[in-house]
C-alpha cells in the first residue's frame, strides 16, 4: 500500500513569493490532515479535512493560508505571500476515521525555506 | 503550558541499553496516547497506539499510560543504532480531532 506522497519536498521562495504543497492521501482514507513542525517541535495543525469539507481550521492563519480538497482525495496548501517565518516543514497526514481508526499516518513533508 | 511536555534530549545510550522516554499531558480529556518516531528529513511514523491506561507490548517496545499521574512513557529493550530518532509523544481526544504533539526527545544510540 503506497503511503502518503507529498510534493515538493524542498522548496525555497524569497518573502511576500506565492507557494503552494500538494498531498495525496492514502488510498480510501476520509481524513486528511495538514501539520507544521518547526524545527526542534513538535508538528502542529493547520487544518483537517473530513472527505472534502474543513471540519478545524482553527490553527490556520486565514490572512495568507489557503487550503482546498477537491472531490475528497487529493489536497493542496497555499501561502500567499510567503513570510520569514513561515519557514517550516509542512507535514500531510491521513486517516481512516470512517473505519474507526484514529491513527494518522504522515508523508515525508515539504520543507519550505523562506528568505 | 504546553499541554504536552517532553524532555527535549538528547538522549545517548550505548547500543543494547534500554532506553526510557516519557511525557506529561495537562487536560484529562486525552483518551489516545501515540508514539511517533521521526527520522532526520521524514515525516513521524506511528510506533506505538494505546488507549486509556495501561501496558502495551509490540515486540522491543513498551507503552505505558497512567492517566492518573498523567504520564505516558516509552520503552526500548536491546536498542539498536537504527533507533536513533527523535521520538515524539502525542495525544488525543477523540477520533478524527487533532493529535497534541510533545516537542520530542531526540535519541542516540552509539554502536
Known amino acids: 500500500e503506497a503511503g502518503v506522497v507529498q510534493s515538493p519536498r524542498y522548496k525555497i521562495i524569497e518573502k511576500k513569493q506565492p507557494v503552494a504543497f500538494w498531498c495525496n492521501p492514502i488510498?480510501?482514507?476520509?481524513?486528511l490532515y495538514w501539520y507544521r513542525q518547526n524545527l526542534g517541535q513538535g508538528p502542529e495543525l493547520l487544518i483537517r479535512y473530513e472527505n472534502e469539507e474543513a471540519v478545524d481550521d482553527s490553527q490556520l492563519p486565514k490572512d495568507r493560508f489557503s487550503a482546498e480538497r477537491l472531490k475528497g482525495v487529493d489536497s493542496t496548501l497555499k501561502i500567499q505571500p510567503a513570510e520569514l517565518g513561515d519557514s517550516a516543514v509542512y507535514l500531510c497526514?491521513?486517516?481512516?476515521?470512517?473505519?474507526?481508526?484514529?491513527?494518522?499516518?504522515f508523508g515525508p513533508g515539504t520543507r519550505l525555506t523562506v528568505t | 503550558q504546553k499541554e504536552v511536555e517532553q524532555d527535549p534530549g538528547p538522549l545517548s545510550v550505548p547500543e543494547g541499553a534500554i532506553v526510557s522516554l516519557n511525557c506529561t499531558y495537562s487536560?484529562?480529556?486525552?483518551?489516545?496516547f501515540m508514539w511517533y518516531r521521526q527520522y532526520s528529513r521524514k515525516g513521524p511514523e506511528l510506533l506505538m497506539y494505546t488507549y486509556s491506561s495501561g501496558n502495551k507490548e509490540d515486540g522491543r517496545f513498551t507503552a505505558q499510560v497512567d492517566k492518573s499521574s498523567k504520564y505516558i512513557s516509552l520503552f526500548i529493550r536491546d536498542s539498536q543504532p537504527s533507533d536513533s530518532a527523535t521520538y515524539l509523544c502525542?495525544?488525543?481526544?477523540?477520533?478524527?480531532?487533532?493529535?497534541?504533539f510533545g516537542g520530542g526527545t531526540r535519541v542516540l544510540v552509539k554502536p
Open positions: 502525542a495525544v488525543l481526544k477523540a477520533a478524527g480531532n487533532k493529535l497534541t
Open positions: 497526514a491521513s486517516s481512516p476515521t470512517d473505519r474507526g481508526s484514529d491513527e494518522q499516518y
Open positions: 488510498s480510501g482514507h476520509n481524513t
Open positions: 487536560n484529562s480529556a486525552f483518551q489516545y
